[in-house]
């Protein structure tokens, strides 16, 4: 491992290999430290030698002092968990098979098969089928239990009050990019329902894994039961399941009525700049309005994805019997999910209760996409997937040029394209830009330590500026 020393340029830096009297300085400084707050540093002396050496060779937080004044700065890349990038990149990626309805639509068609502009016949049907029965929820389930990952990693416990106005800081930025994000670019934005719920996972972070496991089990699925049709439960009579059924798909005139909204809104975002954002204003207000009702499900999946983590499951840790038992449930799981969303997309026949069943089974799928990644990490696969792990590292820069991209090809006063690509189509466009990031990330990453906009959220979060270009 290359050693390099702490005091660089902040924005270019500079290499500088360390020498035995670089070691000994170190070493000398903490002694120093340590005897400057007796009351609150007793070190020993092999205590002294071993924090020198991490303040110099640490590849996570790095330490810098500056006039009596200690900084724990951002994570670098030799820290990183391979497993985690990976399966970020591939979910980042997944996600935006899903959110392309809704740059293609306004929100009354986005993901509603019966207002489609061209309809929900034949390969249009089908290709909306494929996104939701193998991308729909699947990769935002994993996104939201890697974000909670991702406060422990920032936060640290509960006692460590550092990091812990580092996190806020980071939450609170967060939430400001959300903002923009929604207002400025695109009504489907997903990170202020993070900011908001990191709020409430900020105080759970210290919990042990088999306290989130339970308690976040019981929030998802405290909500999968409440959207559970009283109908579907197995003592109700057969004409109440008969009519409950009936009122499963909607009427002639509701779809009729919906239609008509969906080409006004159509027709309004694809005329002008200023109409792609009147529509995309109030879509994101009303999104904004109803994002309380996705909150406890959101912090359930962050308590598990915490859980995993620190059990070990997530960073790669555990047996490969038990991924293995993980992959054989999730195929089951979506082998039921794919005919129900078959059922209910295809055939037009939906199956009541179903969308309860698919709530219940989305984890588990979840899960058992990640536990193939890791698998394949272990069987040696590192370089095949190294684009997806680059791709992962810049998800944040990935998610936000996603929306810059798609809303350049459909927005007006761009593209201008909204309503007239259908499903077949939007998927030719969503492979071309899983294809452009899994190549210009790792083309970045080689120059960069980071992308862009992670950038800005750590310089922001750390109130100063941090490495940006690679050094060497």
Not at 43 to 58: E, F, M, P, W
Not at 246 to 252: D, G, L, N, Q
Not at 291 to 313: E, H, Q, R
Request: charged share 15%; net charge positive; glycine share 8%.
């Amino acid at each position: 491992m290359a050693i390099v020393v702490a005091s660089y340029n902040p924005i270019w830096g500079t290499k500088v290999a360390l020498s035995p009297i670089d070691i000994a300085m170190a070493w000398n400084a903490v002694a120093q430290f340590s005897r400057r707050f007796p009351r609150t540093f007793r070190l020993s002396g092999t205590a002294v030698r071993n924090l020198a050496y991490l303040v110099l060779l640490i590849g996570g937080n790095e330490v810098i002092g500056t006039n009596n004044r200690y900084v724990v700065a951002p994570i670098r890349a030799k820290a990183r968990i391979p497993s985690l990038d990976v399966i970020r990149g591939l979910s980042i990626l997944g996600i935006l098979a899903v959110n392309a309805d809704g740059f293609a639509a306004p929100t009354v068609a986005s993901l509603k098969p019966l207002i489609w502009p061209f309809g929900n016949q034949g390969w249009t049907a089908i290709s909306y089928w494929v996104m939701d029965a193998f991308f729909h929820e699947k990769f935002l389930t994993l996104f939201s239990m890697l974000f909670g990952m991702s406060l422990f990693l920032v936060g640290g416990e509960r006692s460590d009050k550092q990091k812990g106005r580092i996190l806020w800081r980071r939450l609170g930025v967060l939430f400001l990019f959300a903002m923009l994000h929604g207002f400025g670019i695109w009504w489907g934005d997903i990170l202020s329902l993070y900011a908001t719920t990191g709020v409430l996972m900020v105080f759970c972070r210290s919990w042990r894994p088999r306290t989130l496991m339970i308690v976040g089990i019981g929030l998802y699925a405290l909500v999968g039961f409440r959207h559970l049709p009283p109908a579907a439960l197995p003592f109700v009579q057969p004409a109440a399941k008969i009519h409950a059924m009936a009122r499963m798909v909607p009427s002639e005139a509701a779809i009729a009525d919906s239609r008509g909204k969906a080409a006004a809104d159509i027709a309004e975002a694809k005329s002008s700049w200023a109409g792609a954002y009147r529509v995309n204003t109030l879509e994101y207000v009303h999104i904004l309005s109803r994002s309380s009702w996705s909150l406890p499900s959101t912090l359930g999946l962050m308590m598990i994805g915490l859980s995993l983590f620190k059990s070990g499951f997530i960073a790669g840790r555990s047996s490969t019997r038990r991924y293995a038992v993980v992959i054989l449930l999730g195929t089951v799981a979506l082998v039921m999910v794919a005919w129900l969303a078959w059922r209910k997309d295809v055939a037009e026949v939906p199956v009541l209760g179903g969308d309860s069943i698919e709530f219940f089974f989305t984890p588990v799928v979840s899960l058992a996409y990640a536990s193939a990644l890791i698998l394949l990490l272990r069987a040696g696969a590192t370089s095949l997937l190294s684009p997806l792990a680059a791709a992962g590292r810049m998800a944040f820069t990935n998610y936000l040029t996603q929306s810059l991209i798609m809303t350049s090809i459909f927005y007006g006063g761009r593209g201008g394209l909204m309503g007239e690509i259908n499903r077949p189509g939007l998927w030719a466009i969503v492979v071309a830009v899983w294809v452009l990031q899994l190549i210009w990330s790792p083309i970045w990453l080689s120059r960069f330590e980071m992308g862009p906009f992670e950038w800005a959220w750590r310089c922001l979060t750390y109130g100063r500026l941090v490495p940006f270009l690679k050094r060497g």
